[in-house]
């Protein structure tokens, strides 16, 4: 499956969001969460399925079907059954239901805003029927310019349906944008200076930037969800030489260190093939958190080459082997990676490595605490793109209102860039709406 060139730059790129508000760094661990779901199929005056009948049984398998690649299977492996999708309703979706809506033009305001009306019909009320809509519409007549659409974070994703059936890499990308994931992005830090670094694309180390399905969540990401907790995420307070699980492995364990670096995050992680994960992933990685926000980190490149596991690469082609910093007086060595763990030399406070006793460290168990910052543009953003990463976050939730066509609460602005790009809903609250580009 190929990606259109405006695709690829919609995934290398970052996040716009309007935002006066302070926003929160790592959230708290919670308890395991069983989200309702609620996929409804919809037609429009012009436009229907060409194979209803093929939509409407694929449908409960993209979404809860048993094999790996549904949606439920997905987020429950990567989350360790701490997220669970369950359907909304005994029949696992709704529809095809007819809107009184021309389909051209990709109205997506007026779909959410007919959906949800056409569910109140119903009876089924936002929040406590159904916790998040996914809408999936027939694309023929739309012509919008991407597969897949989703608040971040929030409770709505658009699929603009190919065919019968859409796959993880697109249900599974918007999901993680509804979970507050934006496009992550790559920085190159050749030699591993931090203090000279540069955008260069996407990271392809999660299925948010080119790395698709195999490659799940990234350690940033997880630690955004609150699924790296009981010990399994580390806040590195001192000197000295960590072991690292692989991060989709089974069992216990520290799976990324999280070190302050200066008024950012550095996130070190270990990736090696589990389960349906990292089959193309290798050694240990690190990613650059703007402002303590989490779901806005971008992947550290070392290398001088402009080479990914995604494109015919070795598995651990992004992989680093030291990183410095001398404006935060840290600097990091990896000490060995393999065979399911890795060890982490690391320095701080200007202190040396080869002073560090070889031995791993002993250090607290303690999960990251719940952090403010307010966010400011980032080092790692890019320019020039279809959107520009500012290392912001949008805490607002519109609920069943947000890109509410015609509403006084919330007005749609598409942003034009190279046929639209990006789409900013200004309103009641602070939301943000991502495209992705269709998919060839």
């Not at 310019?145 to 059936?165: D, E, K, Q, R, V």
């Not at 919330?410 to 939301?431: D, E, Y």
Request: glycine content about 12%; proline content about 6%.
């Amino acid at each position: 499956m190929k990606l259109s060139a405006l695709g690829r730059i919609a995934l290398a790129t970052g996040i716009v969001v309007l935002t006066t508000a302070t926003l929160p760094g790592t959230p708290a661990a919670a308890a395991p969460v069983k989200r309702k779901i609620l996929p409804v199929l919809v037609e429009f005056n012009d436009a229907s399925f060409q194979f209803p009948d093929k939509v409407k049984a694929s449908t409960p398998d993209t979404y809860f079907g048993a094999k790996s690649d549904s949606a439920a299977s997905y987020l429950s492996e990567l989350s360790r059954g701490q997220y669970t999708l369950v359907p909304a309703v005994p029949e696992q979706f709704l529809g095809p239901i007819k809107l009184d809506l021309s389909a051209a033009g990709c109205p997506q305001g007026k779909i959410n805003q007919l959906t949800r009306e056409e569910l109140t019909k119903r009876g089924l009320v936002a929040g406590k029927d159904y916790e998040s809509l996914s809408i999936v519409f027939p694309a023929q007549k739309t012509n919008c310019p991407w597969a897949g659409l989703a608040t971040l974070p929030g409770p709505t994703t658009w699929i603009n349906l190919y065919g019968t059936a859409s796959g993880i890499d697109v249900v599974g990308h918007e999901l993680g944008h509804n979970l507050g994931f934006g496009h992550q992005g790559r920085v190159k830090c050749t030699g591993g200076n931090l203090g000279a670094c540069k955008s260069g694309g996407a990271s392809h180390t999660t299925i948010m930037a080119g790395g698709y399905r195999p490659a799940g969540f990234s350690a940033p990401e997880m630690i955004r969800a609150g699924w790296l907790n009981g010990g399994a995420s580390l806040k590195v307070t001192k000197s000295g030489v960590y072991t690292l699980r692989s991060l989709h492995g089974k069992g216990s364990g520290v799976r990324a260190l999280d070190i302050a670096l200066g008024g950012d995050r550095l996130v070190i992680e270990y990736r090696h093939a589990a389960g349906n994960f990292d089959a193309k992933l290798e050694g240990v990685h690190a990613y650059r958190v703007p402002k303590g926000s989490y779901g806005a980190s971008s992947l550290i490149d070392t290398t001088t080459a402009d080479k990914t596991a995604t494109n015919n690469a070795p598995p651990n082609a992004d992989a680093i082997t030291k990183l410095t910093d001398k404006a935060s007086k840290l600097s990091l060595a990896v000490v060995s990676s393999g065979g399911g763990q890795a060890k982490v030399k690391v320095a701080l406070n200007g202190d040396s490595l080869a002073a560090i006793d070889p031995a791993p460290s002993k250090s607290p168990s303690a999960s990251p605490t719940p952090s403010a910052a307010t966010p400011t543009p980032s080092a790692s953003a890019s320019a020039g793109t279809e959107a520009v990463t500012d290392g912001t976050e949008p805490v607002t939730e519109l609920g069943s209102e947000e890109l509410t066509a015609g509403s006084g609460r919330s007005t749609v602005l598409p942003l034009a860039a190279g046929g639209g790009a990006a789409v900013l809903a200004v309103g009641l609250g602070f939301l943000l709406v991502k495209r992705r580009r269709k998919r060839a």
